[in-house]
């Protein structure tokens, strides 16, 4: 048995009241982040670790499957130490089972969606970059809409934000939203997750022209828009606190400086670090912290605008960066 399939067998047995193996490399339960008695809407992979509840939405890596099952740190650690090599190799094994290309929609679905989300313009956004982002509003879902495109600019994507605070708080429209919209067009619709960094295709030519001074990493749509606002247009969303090898592939094709810039939260840490150490060796690599008088769990759009530039300008070297963050971890 591998050391990964094992660990995940181990974590299982401790945390999910059943559990079976629904294929060679997948084992299935009741979700342990939300209250499922018995339909099994979670799964995690045996070979890279990686886990996923339909229901909920909550997934991630090894990582973050440990810390959100408040595993301690020392054995959190321990644990990757182990795996490491062995999850590097599975994904290194998938890529080359050949990657399946993006669906894509068409742009008149946005019409559906061309609506003015007003609670963006009273957040301090302007209206014309978010017409120009085709940021809109579904009154069907009471969501406000972020088209999700790839790097060459094909909509691939439209994820969907509540209004309310309701779970999950972001959600990608699959193909049953979408023929809500437009009859059965969009049947065989599949978003692949990770596979795109938000605005690429605003920033590509630059990065191919070697015009970028520093690339920008923040997480989310608002973050991005925010910072686009403020002049600073080389920056990308990743959709989430982990950056996929869809990621790192396209990032890696360039000689570009890059500053991550997270969420001002315990996880966005340990992910900004996790981030840094696979950005290094290809990139010098920056961070952007927040001045200590901040709130836990402020975001970039958060920042006033002479703020934002005072973190986006003074970010630390990682390396640096990193060992203070260690200080704080022991
Ligand atoms: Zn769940």
Redesign the pocket.
């Known amino acids: 048995m591998s050391d990964v399939q094992d660990v995940v067998e181990e974590l299982a047995t401790k945390h999910l009241r059943w559990w079976r193996r629904s294929s060679d490399d997948e084992i299935t339960g009741p979700?342990?982040?939300?209250d499922?008695a018995s339909t099994g809407?979670?799964h995690i992979n045996t070979q890279t670790g990686m886990f996923i509840?339909f229901?909920?939405?909550?997934r991630g890596g090894l990582f973050s499957l440990m810390k959100k099952l408040r595993t301690p740190r020392v054995v959190i650690d321990a644990v990757m130490r182990r795996v490491e090599g062995e999850l590097d190799g599975a994904w290194r094994k998938k890529k080359k089972k050949g990657e399946r290309e993006p669906f894509l929609l068409h742009e008149a679905l946005l019409g559906v969606f061309d609506r003015c989300p007003t609670s963006l313009l009273e957040d301090g956004f302007n209206m014309d970059l978010l017409r120009a982002y085709d940021i809109g509003f579904d009154t069907l879902h009471g969501r406000i809409t972020y088209p999700i495109r790839d790097h060459h600019g094909r909509l691939v994507g439209i994820s969907g934000r509540t209004l309310d605070g309701s779970l999950p708080k972001y959600k990608i429209y699959m193909a049953k939203q979408l023929c809500e919209f437009n009859d059965k067009a969009y049947g065989g619709y599949y978003f692949i997750r990770g596979q795109f960094l938000w605005n690429m295709h605003n920033v590509i030519a630059d990065l191919r022209a070697g015009d970028v001074k520093r690339l920008n990493i923040v997480e989310g749509f608002k973050a991005c828009l925010w910072m686009l606002q403020n002049g600073y247009r080389h920056t990308v969303a990743s959709l989430g606190v982990f950056l996929t090898r869809h990621h790192l592939a396209l990032l890696d094709r360039y000689n570009v400086a890059v500053n991550i810039f997270l969420d001002n939260t315990e996880d966005a840490r340990a992910a900004t670090a996790k981030m840094g150490k696979q950005l290094s060796p290809g990139h010098d690599v920056y961070v952007s912290r927040y001045p200590r008088a901040l709130e836990d769990g402020c975001q970039p759009d958060d920042l006033p605008k002479k703020a934002l530039q005072l973190v986006v300008e003074n970010a630390l070297n990682y390396g640096r960066w990193r060992s203070e963050w260690m200080t704080t971890q022991i």
């Open positions: 979700c342990p982040f939300h499922e809407a979670f509840c229901s909920c939405q909550e």
